[in-house]
Every structure is written in C-alpha cells, then in structure tokens.
C-alpha cells in the first residue's frame, strides 16, 4: 500500500484551537487531561485488560447484518480472510458481539410519538419487572454462559444526566416535572424542577446501573457497555467549517467525569465516530475523531478500578445517513486513528441496506476487497507486529504524541500486503518484517499500555497484581508547571 507507519501518505494542517477566559477547565480536569492524554514520561499510568483475541491487540469487528449476501444472494465477502472479526455466518447478534437495541434488553422506559412505554421515564419504571425481562432475554439472545464477546446495549432514547436532555430529549425533563408536579401541586416551579432533576438523575443511575449488573452477573465474561458512551458532543463542525478544530466543549469533560458511576460499572467503553459526508477527506474529520477518541481513553483511564476498560468504536464503512464507501484517507482517519491512539478495536455497523440487493451486496463485496480489507489487514497487522515487537507481547502500542499524525501501517519498504486465490481458495497474507529503521521508528513514536500482569517501559516486567500507579514527583512537579503555563497563557 501507498501508506507508510511514519509517514502515512498524508499531510494535511492541523486546525488550530482556541480558548477563552470563560472555557477553562477546573484544576482537577486538567491536570487529568495533562496526564493521561499525553501519558506520563510516554505511557498510560495504568493497565489495561488482555484483548479478547489472543496476540490480537487491535480488532475490527463487523456488526453488519450481511449474512443474506451468501445464503440469498450467492456473494460472499470474504470477511475473515481481511482480518474482520464476524460473528458465524455474519449475524448480527452472535458469539463475538451482540447490540441489544430498545426492544431487546428487559423493559427500557420511553416516550414514543409523545406515547409511554414501559412508564416514559426511568423514574417511573420498575425495576423488578425490568430486571426479570431482561433475564429471559438474556437466555434468549446469548444463550451460552461463557459468552465472552461484547455485550453492547443500545438505549439512545434518554440520556442519563438531565442537563445532556436538549432537544427532541427535553420531553424527559417535561414529563419528569409533570411527575412531581401531580404529587406536590402546591410547589413553586423552582422546588418542582430541582425535585424533577433529582428524582431523573437518580433513576437513570439505578436503571443503568441495575442493567449492566444483572448482564454481568448471567455472562460475566462478556464486556458490558453502552454504546454511544462517552460522547463529547463536538458536533459543531457545520457551525464553521473552515475553523472546526474537533475539539470536545470544556463543559462536556465535567460532565463526563461526573459519570464515573458508569464508567467504574461498565466492562468496556463503546464511543461512536460516525461521520458525515461532509466531513469527506478533511482535517476536520480527522480532528473530529481524534477528540472523540482522545476523551474515550482519558475516560478509560481515570475509572476507579484497578485496570483501564476497553475502548471498541463503533464506527463506519460508509458515511453517515447513505450508501455512499469512504475514501481510503478516512478509512485512515477513523479506523487508523482509533488504532494509533490505543483503542482496543474498532466495530463496523451498518444496516441491512448493505444486503438489501444482490446489488449492494457486490457493490459492499468489492469496496472490501479493493479498498477496506487491505486497509484493515495493514492496521491489524502492524499493531500486532507494534505489540509483539516494543510491548513484549504485553501490552498494546500507542501513539505517544496524540495530537501528531502518526499511524501503524505496514511500511511498504518492508512488508507487503499479497491477495490471490490458491487452489479455489481466496487467501490474504503480508510477507516481510520490520526492519531496523522500522523498529526505531516504533520506539521514537509509540508507547506501550501494558496487560494485566505486566509493567514496565515494554511491558516486559511481570507483575501478578494491581496497577503501575507510580507517578515521581519531578514528573508531577513538571506536569503542575505545564499546567500553570497552560492556565496563563
């Protein structure tokens, strides 16, 4: 391929940010943001769990319901052979992941049309009666008890923070005032609000909290989370194009670390980067994704636990709300940027438009074959050949800078991507190894994050328990006065 780890075929100029006196962080966030987006002395202070493949550190998982391109259709994608993780006859629920939409997971409340279902508000559900739906749907949908694939839960009717409820989701807050307001008549619409708040809040916690705990305790194997979680909200790029810089609003930090009843429950993180077709072969896609994968792994790194969650995102093939494939850069931009900055894996979703036709169905066989399963043979494979090679096998490589626009390709030089069919069979392999330079390269531009069980710069130390935690007090002393410059300037 035209892409090279260190140079990665592109060179676009990075936006700008901007800041005012009115959008600075609290000391606390900050100085969180100072320590873990950049890493201490070039890695994370804090272990992350083995990946669910052995020796695989970073996955791209299809969750496209194309199992109708073979069995209907007669195309077969070939999935497998690029390295693309699939459930057994590409289903969309199976052993290696499964999304519990609205529907599927126990009884979610929700307004419909202005219509109640399963009591509208978190508050005003059961959670008895939820809690015993959602095993029998558990029995249902993953049957076996050693399920260890994901376990994504889909809810994106409510938010669980009332200040995240705008929009189309302000009927929450509506309803919820209506609910105190039937009990307490009498009140001023100050104590009716407060009340409403409270009471919302609250119930969005029990209601989550409860969900992932019964999933948890019928699979314990899976990794429980929620898509769509964190988010940070950087949507604005249709405000002005021309000045997006991708950055998260200061605001939605907070909000996130307020969340941490979520994070230290969920057993991995599932953010999403979908892009729109605006945002096609630019620095303000690549931006848009870098700060939304950034804030997934602050917020991965700042649970209370003893080990960082997983983060798998969710992203595209196609661009957001069409048909339409990505270019190989944003191919780049959004699976090699997740992969760069230490994402556990990236998960593809699509609809069923992808096998509506025997039509689509070539038309999605031939953007793996030409232009996605390349690319994703070359990220897979130059992250394990990253982990094997600086991390020992422990651990898994990251960018050590995040903001610079380094990637983990197979260099060209050394390596080759080969594709042929041998006896019938469709086969895709790389031949070659790093190479001196490549190693060099490795180690100048990556870091490791080490598995349980090991530490070290290469995660070559082993270790039976807890977290490398250990932050020396030049670095702290350092990092305090990188803080102090930031905050004056």
Request: glycine letters at 6%; one cysteine or more.
């Given at each position: ?436 330079m490549d190693k060099r390269r490795l180690k100048s531009k990556f870091a490791c994050q080490c ?39």
């Amino acid at each position: 391929m035209d892409i090279s780890w260190y140079e990665a075929g592109y060179h676009c100029r990075q936006g700008s940010s901007s800041s005012s006196a009115a959008s600075i962080l609290t000391f606390s966030t900050a100085l969180c943001l100072l320590l873990i987006l950049r890493g201490a002395q070039g890695h994370p202070i804090k272990q992350t769990m083995p990946p669910i493949m052995e020796n695989k550190p970073f996955l791209v998982i299809w969750n496209i319901p194309t199992e109708k391109c073979r069995t209907h259709r007669g195309v077969d994608l070939h999935l497998n052979d690029f390295n693309i993780v699939t459930n057994e006859n590409e289903v969309f629920m199976g052993g290696n992941i499964t999304i519990f939409y609205t529907y599927q997971l126990g009884k979610y409340p929700y307004y419909e049309n202005n219509n109640v279902v399963n009591g509208g508000c978190p508050q005003n559900t059961s959670l008895n009666e939820h809690t015993r739906k959602m095993q029998a749907d558990i029995e249902k949908y993953l049957p076996s008890k050693y399920y260890k694939g994901l376990a994504v839960i889909d809810w994106e009717e409510w938010r669980p923070q009332w200040v995240r409820n705008w929009g189309t989701k302000a009927i929450y807050r509506e309803k919820s005032e209506e609910l105190v307001r039937a009990r307490h008549p009498d009140w001023s619409p100050a104590r009716v609000l407060k009340q409403a708040q409270s009471e919302f809040d609250t119930a969005a916690n029990k209601f989550m909290t409860q969900t992932l705990r019964v999933g948890q305790s019928m699979r314990p194997q899976a990794l429980w989370g929620y898509y769509l979680f964190p988010d940070c909200y950087n949507y604005h790029y249709n405000d002005n194009f021309s000045s997006y810089n991708g950055r998260c609003p200061n605001i939605e930090f907070e909000r996130n670390n307020q969340l941490q009843w979520l994070w230290s429950k969920s057993n991995a993180l599932y953010p999403s980067i979908y892009m729109e077709e605006i945002l096609k072969s630019s620095e303000q896609g690549r931006q848009f994704v870098r700060a939304r994968v950034q804030e997934a792994m602050r917020v991965s790194l700042t649970v209370d636990s003893a080990y960082a969650p997983p983060v798998f995102v969710y992203s595209r093939s196609h661009y957001a709300y069409t048909f339409n494939p990505m270019t190989q850069i944003d191919l780049m931009y959004s699976i090699g940027e997740s992969a760069a900055l230490g994402a556990s894996g990236v998960i593809l979703w699509g609809s069923i438009e992808f096998s509506r036709t025997k039509v689509n169905c070539q038309h999605v066989k031939d953007y793996i074959k030409n232009t996605l399963g390349p690319y994703v043979v070359n990220v897979t494979k130059a992250a394990q050949a990253c982990g094997q090679y600086l991390c020992s096998k422990h651990g898994r490589c990251y960018r050590k800078h995040p903001q610079e626009n380094i990637y983990l390709h197979l260099n060209k030089r050394s390596f080759k991507i080969v594709a042929r069919t041998d006896r019938g069979t469709f086969r895709v392999y790389t031949k070659g190894r790093l190479s001196f330079m490549d190693k060099r390269r490795l180690k100048s531009k990556f870091a490791c994050q080490c598995y349980k069980g090991w530490s070290g710069k290469y995660c070559n130390q082993s270790k039976s328990t807890g977290s490398d935690c250990r932050l020396d007090s030049s670095l702290f002393i350092a990092a305090l006065s990188s803080l102090i410059i930031w905050f004056l300037s």
